[in-house]
């Protein structure tokens, strides 16, 4: 296989409709753990999609003061650059520190010798922050990166460490922004814990989104309505759910994830159908184009093989796609926009 091309050859389908402005993009989330998996996810992406995001925890260890990046960290990074040079899609590369399986209260994969209560009070992980986020700006070269996903929840659930996060962050932005200006930087924001109606219910913390000063390059929110304490059906969700966001941040907005069962779940509390998800692709992508929006990213074009586990499990049926590959009713609407033809200054019609 050609090192340029290590993915399979597709044509775009042909663009037909009104333009749009509103970028679509997809998650690489691999159906199940092998290497022709995830690059047939990577080819899914680009096929249905004008954005690709990666989201990673930092292999820390290997950025560590005094580390060195392994080859296996190098291989997997050639090969999703190349990818995204095969494909000519926009990047969105998310760097994610938090543990989302303790709603991201504390940080995930540090190595045995750093307590994750430490975490960000530690500078040695601060540094490795810095360190991954100049590594994958250098090499990737992103559209977005996107630094801290869902950071309002650690910011509410572990308030020192996000005094750390913060001191760690604006040092990832002032060092990116010197080596490639042209990347935008910004961290993301859980939407539905952002205005009280996730488990722990309260007034809106807007004012989390100042904490960043003038260190964000856009506003960036996550949404998964069908996990709100309030929200049981789509047509619940409230009028100006995602227009408010315009009232919150004058610059660009985009939903960097988003997603919404298409099945209910024994032993959770979430409702979710096919109508549901359908009904809800539907809403978002009509109020992001009506407010403006720069982009929407679903979390992942298909369900996994294998169901996940534990706190996980509440994206086992988010995929727009089954596992193998049938569309559900939601990918009839996604194709619907894809093969809209994209209007975006500097950029030509897809």
């Known amino acids: 296989m050609d090192d340029l091309t290590p993915g399979p050859e597709f044509d775009r389908p042909v663009s037909q409709g009104p333009t749009r402005e509103l970028q679509l993009g997809l998650g690489i989330q691999a159906v199940e753990e092998t290497p022709e998996a995830y690059v047939s996810a990577f080819a899914g992406a680009a096929t249905n999609a004008d954005l690709v995001s990666i989201a990673r925890v930092p292999p820390w260890e290997e950025f560590f003061p005094g580390g060195s990046v392994s080859e296996e960290t ?33 940080i995930a994969g540090l190595p045995d010798f750093s307590h994750p209560d430490e975490g960000f009070l530690r500078e040695d992980v601060q540094d490795a922050l810095v360190a991954y986020a100049i ?25 020192a460490q996000f005094q750390g996060f913060l001191e760690a962050y604006r040092r990832v932005y002032d060092t990116v922004k010197s080596i490639r200006p042209e990347t935008k930087v910004l961290p993301t924001f859980q939407l539905e814990d952002l205005l009280g109606r996730l488990t722990q219910e309260h007034p809106p913390q807007w004012e ?3 904490d960043f000063g003038g260190r964000i390059d856009a506003l960036a929110v996550s949404t998964y309505p069908y996990l709100s304490s309030s929200l049981r059906f789509v047509r619940e969700i409230p009028e100006d ?13 985009l939903i960097s994830e988003a997603g919404y ?12 159908s096919e109508d549901d998800q359908e009904e809800f692709l539907v809403r978002l992508l009509t109020d992001a184009e009506a407010n403006g929006f720069s982009a929407v990213l679903w979390v992942t074009e298909r369900d996994p093989k294998k169901g996940h586990q534990g706190g996980a499990a509440v994206l086992n049926d988010v995929g727009l796609r089954a596992s193998n590959g049938v569309g559900k009713l939601a990918w009839a609407v996604w194709q619907e926009w894809a093969d809209r033809p994209l209007q975006d200054v500097g950029k030509e019609a897809k």
Not at 264 to 269: A, C, D, L, P, T
């Open 241 to 253: 759910y995602y227009s408010q966001l315009r009232t919150r941040f004058s610059g660009e907005i």
């Open 74 to 106: 190098h291989a997997l990074m050639r090969l999703e650059r190349d990818l995204v040079r095969q494909y000519g899609c926009s990047l969105v590369f998310a760097i994610d520190p938090t543990d989302g399986e303790v709603q991201r209260g504390r």
């Open 261 to 272: 069962a298409s099945a209910s779940s024994e032993g959770h509390s979430w409702i979710g």
């Open 208 to 210: 989390a989104i100042e």
């Open 135 to 159: 590594y994958v700006v250098t090499n990737y070269e992103p559209d977005y990166l996107l630094v801290g996903v869902e950071i309002n929840m650690l910011r509410s659930r572990s308030p």
